[in-house]
Structures are given as structure tokens and as C-alpha cells.
């Protein structure tokens, strides 16, 4: 059945592929679902035809058949439950893989966008330079606590899953910051997703958007 996700016509990245759909697409990629994107403008996500897929008006959402689902954590849920190859069989390892994406999105993620608020909106606040340092304590804190659960291990519970999908995303947002080669397993952790051929294929995809915007 065709399946349609939606994408930013310019993401503010420039092809980072720190944009949501990221997530999505290296889900669809990792189970080797073909998927096609529909660009949209910032403009466009605001009107009602895309407000009916996304009440909040954002990307990702996905549309197949007659499902339309929004929230990249849920998309990535549904794709996880659909195909094989990124929820274990086990019922305990596969409740421990949705946990970890659980994690990624609502212990280690919150932080992590204050700081984007912080460095992109508020960078003029007079109290900026003092709140930034405040932002980055409790990121580390919960790079501490994740690098300790990490260890040695490659992942975060047994083999690749969704829950490190979700979790390498998130970390990916902290590239430029120089915190994440605070703690080297956690650096390592990302590289290793990164290295994935589902992931470049993912972040090829949405790399070559942000061209053709450039060139266009
Ligand atoms: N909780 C939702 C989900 O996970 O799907 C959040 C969706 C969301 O924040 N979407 C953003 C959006 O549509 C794009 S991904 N924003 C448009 C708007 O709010 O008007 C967030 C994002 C944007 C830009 C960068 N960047 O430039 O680095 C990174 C991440």
C-alpha cells in the first residue's frame, strides 16, 4: 500500500537530518518499507489540509490508506509493530525497546530542546549567558545516567531497536554542542547508528531536499 510522510520543502538544518522525519524515514529504511515524501512549505503546514493530519500544524505525519498518523515516536511505534526488524520478538525485550523510545522522547529529549530554545531564541536575552550553563548541567545529567546504563554495550537493550533509533536521533540535536564528547561511549553510540546503511539511506534522502531548496 502506498505510504506518504510529509517533510519540511526547507529544513532549517540544511540537511542535517535533525528534522522528525529523520527518525521516520530511517524506520522505514531500517524495515525496507518504500515510502514517498510531500514537501511542505511553513505556510502550507498551517492550512487546513495539513492541520488534518497534524492538529499542531508540524512534520512528520504519515499517511497509509486510510491511516494518517502524527508524532514521529508514534509513526516510529507503528512501523516497529508492522515489520520485522526493529522490536524484539520477546515480549519483555520488546516492552524494554518501547521504553527506551519513551526515554528518549520524555527524560533525555526535554533538555536537550531547551538548549535549541535557548541558543536560537533567546540568544539576545540579557540572561542568556547565564542560563546556558544552567541548560547544559542538566543535559550532562542525563548523558551521565544514559552513558552509565550504556557501559560497554553496543546498544542500549540487546540488539539494535527502536528505542536506539529514537535515542540516536535525539542525541544527533547535541552534535554541535561539544557535549556529547563529554561522555566517548555516547559519541560512540551515535557514530554507531550513523554508520548503519538504513541511516545514511535515510539521511541521504533528506540531504538531497535540502540541495535541490539550495540549488533551486
Ligand atoms: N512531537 C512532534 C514529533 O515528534 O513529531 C514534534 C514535531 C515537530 O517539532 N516538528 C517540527 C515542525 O514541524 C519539525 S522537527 N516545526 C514547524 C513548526 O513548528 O512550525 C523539529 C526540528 C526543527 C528544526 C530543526 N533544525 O533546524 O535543526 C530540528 C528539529
Known amino acids: ?3 506518504t510522510i510529509t517533510a519540511f520543502e526547507r529544513s ?3 540537511g542535517r537530518g535533525l528534522a522528525r522525519d529523520m527518525q521516520v524515514r530511517w524506520a522505514l529504511e531500517e524495515v525496507g518499507q518504500p515510502y514517498d515524501v510531500r514537501l511542505i512549505s511553513f505556510a502550507a503546514m498551517k492550512q487546513p489540509p495539513h492541520l488534518a493530519l497534524n492538529p499542531f500544524g508540524r512534520i512528520p505525519t504519515y499517511e497509509e490508506g486510510d491511516l494518517a498518523l502524527f508524532e514521529s ?3 516510529v511505534l507503528h512501523i516497529a509493530e508492522r515489520h520485522a526488524g526493529l522490536l524484539p520478538d520477546d515480549a519483555n525485550a520488546r516492552a ?3 521504553a527506551w523510545m519513551f526515554a528518549a522522547y520524555s527524560t533525555v529529549e526535554p533538555p536537550i530542546l531547551e538548549r535549541a530554545t535557548a541558543v536560537i531564541l533567546e540568544r539576545d536575552a540579557p540572561w542568556h549567558d547565564k542560563r546556558l550553563p544552567l541548560v547544559d548541567d542538566r543535559i550532562r545529567k ?3 545516567e544514559l552513558s552509565r546504563h550504556l557501559g560497554d554495550s553496543d546498544w542500549l537493550d540487546g ?3 527502536a528505542g536506539d533509533l529514537v535515542m540516536v536521533a535525539v542525541l544527533r540535536r547535541l552534535l554541535r554542542s561539544g557535549l556529547l564528547n563529554e561522555f566517548p561511549n555516547l559519541a560512540a553510540y551515535v557514530a554507531r547508528g550513523e554508520t548503519r546503511p538504513a541511516f545514511k539511506r ?3 534522502a533528506q540531504m538531497a531536499v535540502a540541495m535541490a531548496a539550495a540549488n533551486g
Open 1 to 3: 500500500m502506498k505510504l
Open 12 to 14: 532549517p538544518d540544511g
Open 73 to 75: 515516536g508514534a509513526i
Open 96 to 98: 524494554r525497546a518501547i
Open 142 to 144: 542525563r548523558l551521565g
Open 159 to 161: 540488539d539494535f531497536s
Open 202 to 204: 535515510a539521511f541521504e
